[in-house]
């Protein structure tokens, strides 16, 4: 049983291999009742998978194990890690915007009924007043959630995670609870947390912004590589020495000497805002790559969104002094700023058609004489496209659906180029793309740059960005807050995305 | 402008089963084993000309019973191909009967107005014109899902058609030369079998032949890829909509030519048999959408399979029965392919 002398969360030798390749290594790990524990590691370091197998989502291999409150959990499944105390406020919070407070902290519990399974509304109704009041919260529980504030949203979830029932709650793990949050708002969900802590439950916080880990934890965990660098209080650390622990090496001094740019500038934006974007200006020049990087939640791709057309902006986007109309891909890709967006699948791919209509969709005039395709011209052309673009298997009736991913791509890739832009806008250009197939992506777009093309490739991936980008742009809280010229090194761009909000500005 | 209302303009896609974001798990290809391609339907169709021909040898196999089937599909056949244009492009149209039937109705009441015959069924296809522009505005402005507000406009529709006859059947002042436009029977088939020919050519080369008909595939099979690529998605869902409305309006005129009435009780009985076809269509010929052949073969299939049950005796409901089951059947296929 449990017992307030053992630690709310110990970790032993929890390892997990994803077809070969380890995604975590013999990771140990101990927090203590009413402790704030920062989990910080770059992407991939290991951060969600280890989430995920305390969840129940994933099973870890033999031989870890994992206590709660003193108790061992069994693995891979939810209701366990629930009923262990385990509680979780992922990002998107898992709140159902359509109902209201008291019915959302009343999900995966149930409602207190009276006679006839007839809900007592007005005993919830007073529950959650009193369960969110006692967290500093004054909400209306009766207002569907979809019209409260986000910071309204988080607290909810967080008295969801709190709440005691199917068993105490020990630890509950925050991950990136702040994203969304504007600042003042971030300081309120600090002083909600540290309400819980003083409880005695610990807190597992996960952030990308190493300034709000120094704030509010106690101790802090590094991963990297899928290992435990480094478990210690906050207090032993400072910022600079935290970012050198994820990289992994000696933080270089930030270069900033302009480059002098390829060729005449094609892309100019000046003043873009969107959602997340604030008055974003930049140019791209014909036969350069422009990179962005920030964070998740830095407004990174929104901006390849904006920029390709694809999104609602105010401000100004001229190709050769030209504006455009926001919101428009049609009149974008008239002007020459083709976009190739991220999420293949959803934004990209045409299910159900060949590779053939997948690459001529944009743009069948070339193909259309008084109104009628002329299918031997468009295969002559698709033929010469699978070529050019080492595209596998080179069958234009081939079912996009049965392509690899970086196949895939490379066709997505293959439909942009087609059009012959001036701009190609570039979103996670090799998400879910191998190794070998990323090398040659890069290859591709590198290849046309040489002739002119200009492109802005937007990616979470610094490595990508240092391999194909001229200059890159640092994204934070929306804006546009540095910019790196070459030599460019990986960890320099990491570094960058994660400095403190206040060295640059 | 460009609002893309993905949730209704994925609807369709999903009522067949495809998941248009998902990727596409592999498994055993047990439903192509069983010989059930793309061209099952023909040899159905052939295995129950067989059948009927060797179990009716007297009634099924006569050039009338051929000419009847030929002649009392082809209104389905017409109102089926107009549905398939706005399902290619991902929304439903479940107004097509009801246009069907308006139509029939305005050109009986102009009939019986003395209005000419040419100018009767020049505005009844206008009306269907402007019946298609209403559904786009209610489907695209005021983002009302496309089952929900077709829906809708068939209700309006058979209110209106209720108006026009005052719920009487329409008869006096057909115009000869409109009747014989409906009944004739060059080279000894029905004249509306022609017309069917000639619409489906058409239609056919515009869904397969022509830019717009690509683009309506491609936005029926994922609109915000479509609307990224730089397709008007909007634009092309409301063409899908008008060329359904006209469509069917130009069946409802065809029809009233055939029968010399106009009533508000026969647009209706069209909606479901349209639906069926299509939808088993699009498991023949180009399997995995809805196309112009598969439907064709889909509407003389159901045609078929009825006649011969009712030549057999079989009790007049026998139709409904087997349209129900037909549409059931279809979607399940679809969304079997969708899975292989």
């Known amino acids: ?99 209201n407070c008291a019915e959302n902290l009343a999900l995966g519990r149930g409602f207190d009924t009276a006679f006839g399974r007839r809900i007592r509304w007005r005993s919830e109704h007073e529950a959650a007043r009193r369960a969110l009041a006692a967290l500093g919260y004054e909400i209306d529980v009766r207002r569907p959630i979809g019209r409260l504030s986000v910071s309204e949203r988080t607290a909810i979830a967080v008295a969801r995670a709190v709440s005691d029932h199917g068993g105490r709650t020990h630890v509950i793990v925050l991950d990136e609870p702040t994203v969304n949050l504007p600042k003042a708002e971030i300081q309120r969900l600090f002083r909600l947390l540290r309400l819980i802590r003083d409880r005695g439950v610990a807190l597992i916080f996960i952030s990308h912004h190493l300034e709000e880990i120094f704030e509010l934890a106690d101790r802090v965990t590094v991963l990297r590589d899928g290992e435990v660098v480094v478990s210690r209080s906050v207090t032993e650390l400072n910022h600079d020495s935290l970012i050198e622990l994820m990289l992994g090496r000696a933080l270089r001094a930030v270069r900033s000497d302009a480059r002098a740019a390829a060729g005449a500038p094609v892309l100019t934006a000046s003043g873009v805002c969107g959602q997340v974007v604030q008055d974003v200006d930049l140019t791209v020049h014909a036969g350069e790559v422009v990179g962005v990087a920030g964070i998740t939640g830095s407004g990174r791709d929104e901006l390849a969104r904006l920029i390709a057309g694809s999104a609602p902006f105010t401000g100004r986007v001229a190709i050769d002094g030209e504006p455009l109309r926001s919101n428009r891909p049609d009149l974008f890709i008239r002007a ?68 690899s991913g970086g196949n895939q791509q490379k066709v997505m890739i293959a439909r942009a180029m087609r059009l012959g832009p001036k701009v190609l806008v570039l979103d996670e250009p090799t998400q879910g793309v191998d ?42 809280s929306g804006r546009v807050v540095d910019e790196l010229t070459a030599p460019l090194v990986a960890d320099d761009i990491s570094a960058a995305t994660l400095a403190k909000q206040k060295e640059t500005t | 402008m460009s609002t893309t209302d993905t949730a209704a303009t994925s609807e369709a896609t999903r009522v067949t089963g495809r998941d248009s974001a998902g990727p596409t798990k592999r498994s055993g290809r047990i439903i192509p084993r069983l010989g059930l391609d793309r061209f099952s339907g023909l040899y159905v169709l052939a295995a129950l000309i067989i059948a009927y021909g060797i179990w009716l040898p007297d009634t099924f196999l006569t050039s009338q019973t051929a000419r009847s089937v030929a002649d009392g599909q082809a209104i389905a056949a017409i109102v089926a191909l107009a549905l398939v244009v706005p399902l290619a492009a ?35 296809v206008a009306a269907g014109i402007v019946i298609g522009a209403v559904n786009s505005l209610v489907i695209i402005v005021l983002r009302v899902n496309s089952f929900i507000g077709t829906l809708g406009m068939g209700s309006l529709l058979a209110a209106g058609s209720y108006w026009i006859t005052d719920g009487q059947t329409l008869i ?43 683009y309506f595939y491609a936005v029926g099979a994922n609109p915000q890829a479509s609307r990224l690529a730089g397709l008007r998605v909007d634009r092309l869902v409301a063409r899908s909509l008008i060329l359904a409305g006209f469509l069917s309006a130009l069946g409802g005129a065809i029809l009233a030519a055939k029968l010399g009435l106009g009533s508000p009780d026969v647009g209706p009985p069209y909606l479901l048999p349209a639906f069926s076809a299509a939808f088993l269509g699009a498991t023949q010929i180009k399997s995995g959408r809805v196309n112009v052949l598969g439907t064709l073969v889909a509407v003389y299939l159901l045609g078929v399979g009825v006649k011969g049950l009712q030549l057999a005796g079989a009790p007049s409901y026998v139709g409904d029965l087997f349209n129900g089951a037909a549409l059931i059947i279809a979607v399940a296929l679809a969304a079997r392919t969708s899975r292989k």
Not at chain 1, 60 to 86: C, Q, R, Y
Not at chain 2, 205 to 213: K, Q
């Open chain 1, 336 to 403: 020459g700023v083709v976009g190739v967006p991220a999420e293949r699948t959803v934004n990209a791919a045409l299910p159900d058609h060949s590779v053939r209509e997948n690459l001529t969709i944009s743009h069948l005039a070339p193909y259309s004489s008084f109104g009628l395709l002329r299918r031997s011209a468009e295969r002559t052309d698709v033929r010469t496209l699978l070529e050019k673009f080492d595209i596998r298997p080179a069958r234009p009736e081939q079912p996009i659906d049965s392509l």
């Open chain 2, 172 to 214: 006096k002042g057909f115009s000869p030369d409109l009747l014989k436009a409906g009944r004739a029977q060059p080279a000894g088939i029905p004249v509306t079998v022609w017309y069917l020919v000639g619409i489906a050519l058409v239609l056919w080369f515009v869904l397969e032949y022509t830019p717009v008909g690509r």
């Open chain 1, 1 to 99: 049983m449990s017992n307030s002398s053992s630690p709310a969360l110990r970790v032993v030798n929890l390892a997990k291999t994803f077809g070969g390749a380890r995604a975590l290594k013999d990771i140990s790990l101990e927090i203590a009742p009413g402790e704030i524990h920062g989990l910080v590691g770059e992407n991939g370091s290991g951060k969600s998978t280890f989430v995920k197998i305390l969840s129940g989502y994933h099973s870890p291999e033999p031989g870890g194990v994992i206590e709660v409150g003193g108790n061992e959990l069994s693995f891979g499944k939810p209701a366990d890690s629930h009923a262990a105390g385990l509680r979780f406020v992922h990002q998107d919070l898992g709140l159902i915007d359509d109902l």
């Open chain 1, 435 to 476: 190794v070998g197939a990323q090398a040659e992506l890069h290859r591709l777009v590198r290849a046309s740059v040489e002739n002119g093309l200009g492109v802005l490739a937007c990616s979470s991936s610094s490595e990508e960005l240092s391999e194909i980008a001229d200059r890159v742009l640092i994204m934070r």
């Open chain 2, 90 to 124: 991902g929304v439903f149209d479940l107004s097509v009967a009801a246009t069907l039937g308006f139509s029939v109705c305005l050109v009986a009441w102009l009939q019986g107005h003395h209005v000419n015959a040419i100018l009767s069924v020049l505005t009844a």
